[in-house]
């Protein structure tokens, strides 16, 4: 029996910096392309890689403005990869995040992803793997905040049964962990009232009235607190508690990914010296971000940057969040069936 998703049933003006942040995200979100570099060889062509990880061309697709991309980007202008022996070009497309694991196979290699994601595709047939960790939840850098406007009338996670709740995925890890922390507090999770919307757009939704509240993280956090909304917790530690869990993922085709596993491991050891850069050089690290994430300068200037953070462990370690995961689920209601987390997660 396979385990599916389970469908759910059903002011004052922003700060000037979340106005610019909102453009700028829109203008990256609806441009005709995306930004594409490439740390060496032959650019953007398809993938060459083949046969026991032989190959040395692949394709990576990020996220826009995530803090996420930064190890891959610090790896590409360090010259990390090549060193490595890899020729990695990098995309930012402009599809919905939730769509990157689709095109894997087509246009990309590896793609950043979530644990429900995951699932999902592995229920609906796709040949799906996690290839290794990415970036954690932490404390100063909140994975999925739980914000209100002033003056709202919910005041805590206890009040948000029936109410509307904003967020770039109703099916993703963001909102299955708020789920699960509103369940921990005695509300039943499916009288929440999930809404789509592209992130950038979220803040301005929140602050018209269109969303009661809604999930958010850095950069878009810090200027609707500073406008007078009201960061309610984070979902992630609210759920999970410690240690903290990833947030985010590196997923491949299976197939890809069984043939290509010396090139996934040395990407993987180009990220890992990449994280030491960033702990070593962090005005450095600060520079490549605020050029490559799309930001204006002075939000990207302001993102939380922790190295520390990012963890891009293989094997045993995502199989055991895998499972967390599936545990989650099926107590939010959200998730039936069987699944094998081990299936999941390529053997490094």
Do not use: H
């Amino acid at each position: 029996m396979s385990r599916r998703l389970v469908p759910r049933r059903g002011a004052k003006p922003i700060a000037a910096v979340l106005v610019a942040l909102v453009a700028a995200l829109l203008v990256a979100a609806c441009g005709g392309g995306s930004d594409s570099t490439s740390s060496g060889g032959t650019g953007g062509g398809g993938s060459e890689t083949g046969g026991e990880g032989g190959g040395s061309s692949i394709r990576v697709a990020l996220v826009q403005a995530a803090t996420a991309n930064l190890p891959v980007e610090v790896a590409a202008a360090e010259g990390l990869f090549e060193k490595q022996g890899l020729d990695v070009t990098v995309d930012t497309p402009n599809i919905p995040f939730s769509q990157l694991p689709a095109a894997l196979g087509k246009q990309y290699d590896l793609v950043i992803g979530t644990e429900p994601g995951l699932i999902t595709a592995a229920d609906s047939g796709i040949d799906l793997k996690a290839v290794s960790g990415l970036q954690r939840d932490n404390p100063k850098d909140p994975g999925a905040a739980l914000v209100v406007p002033e003056g709202s009338p919910i005041k805590s996670i206890k009040d948000i049964g029936g109410k509307s709740v904003g967020a770039p995925s109703t099916v993703g890890n963001n909102f299955s962990a708020l789920e699960c922390w509103a369940r921990k507090e005695g509300v039943d999770p499916s009288s929440i009232r999930g809404l789509e919307a592209a992130t950038p757009q979220i803040p301005e939704l929140l602050e018209s009235g269109r969303f009661e509240s809604a999930l958010l993280f850095e950069p878009l956090l810090k200027p609707l607190v500073d406008g007078g909304s009201t960061d309610l917790g984070n979902a992630y530690q609210e759920c999970f508690g410690e240690p903290s869990q990833y947030t985010s993922l590196w997923l491949a085709q299976g197939s890809w990914a069984e043939e290509n596993n010396e090139a996934i491991s040395k990407f993987l050891a180009a990220l890992e010296e990449a994280q030491g850069v960033m702990e070593k050089d962090p005005e450095g690290s600060r520079a490549i971000y605020i050029k490559t994430s799309g930001l204006p300068p002075e939000a990207a200037e302001n993102t939380p940057i922790i190295p520390d953070e990012f963890d891009f462990s293989q094997g045993e370690p995502i199989v055991e969040n895998i499972e967390l995961w599936v545990e989650v689920l099926e107590e939010n209601g959200t998730f039936e069936g069987e699944v094998d987390p081990e299936e999941l997660v390529l053997s490094p």
